[in-house]
């Protein structure tokens, strides 16, 4: 079993299969030394599990969790594109977490920790990024926050 | 004349001149095997066609054609890198896809799909690219989207 | 003393201290030849000095004002990826400009610009870059606006 298999095992995490989609794009693009995720969302089993606008329809807490939740899917993605090796990302070079959010909403950080948490657990020093974090209007399925990343893999 | 050339002829796409930006940027930038373009807007001849909030002002049809023509003036910024040769993209590898969007709006998908399965019709296989569709609460020219793309390139 | 330290000196641009992030994530990722910068936000000493909505609380020139502060801060970003070696960078290749903003606003290229105006400044060709500018609902602290940058570097 590889080191980060492993790790997300201790953590009890279970990827999922990464999400299929249902239109003319695909979740992972291999090129050079990088992975570009497509946008992921707080799906699971194909369902989303949290809706509505961060700090009014759902709490920040909420929102952290829904946010982890698009690291998982979006470390699914890179297992997708390596066969299973986790173990070749070499680092987490950049998530853009957008956050579903009113026009008053500030603590987008707070949102998107979720996500950078998660990657810091899983892949250790190598999970630190850079990441921008930012609100929009409204996001697909009206989710309530969406996060897309960029691996360096060897 | 190019494969893609062909292809573009045969969908009846006539490629504009590449839109130059009228502020200190750019339209493309080729790095490595990358290029990344501006974010491109539905301008023809200049003119924005398509303004106004996706889904309200603007029909979701009309909205997609608009991500169509986005996606249509990202290809020009592509050719202008790679004076005319589009047979050297090896790759449509990321989509940014920002709908101008009221807070309620939620059909970002069927949006950006315009864009993306122009990228299709174009390069085949080659055109499947990650993507992200994110809200916007406004856009410039009150365009109704805009698109970013990164290429890869031989 | 570097060409690029000596062209700040020129402009009177002492470049800050890289904002050392509170999370689990970084200001920077170097990756092959670019450098992904986080998303940086109007901060003067730990401060954000631009709060409030383009065109709204904040006039345009304050809210570009703001955005040259952006650019700033990814430029310390970037000296802090290079041990200060600012003539390693060999191109500015994209800039997103998060303009926070209401429904009706428009002129988000003219905040941006702030950012991009700064960029050519100091790198000269160089520092021209794909651009996108797009509104974002809210932003975080509710700063006036977001840049993010990447960078080839040799």
């Not at 599990?49 to 946010?67: F, L, N, Y």
């Not at 909403?105 to 990441?131: C, K, Y």
């Amino acid at each position: 079993m590889g080191k980060i298999a492993d790790r997300l095992k201790k953590l009890n995490i279970e990827l999922p299969q990464a999400a299929a989609p249902v239109a003319n794009y695909v979740g992972w693009v291999h090129t050079g030394n990088l992975i570009f995720t497509a946008g992921q969302i707080p799906l699971r089993e194909g369902k989303p599990v949290c809706t509505g606008k961060a700090g009014a329809d759902v709490s920040i807490e909420e929102a952290e969790e829904a946010a982890r939740l698009c690291a998982i899917n979006a470390i699914a993605q890179a297992a997708a594109a390596l066969d299973g090796d986790l173990d070749r990302i070499v680092r987490v070079v950049k998530l853009t977490g957008f956050v579903n959010a009113n026009n008053d909403f500030t603590q987008h950080p707070r949102v998107v920790n979720g996500a950078s948490n998660l990657m810091v657990e899983v892949f250790g020093e190598a999970g630190r990024h850079a990441r921008s974090a930012v609100g929009s209007s409204s996001l697909p399925l009206d989710v309530t926050v969406e996060v897309e990343a960029v691996f360096e893999v060897s």
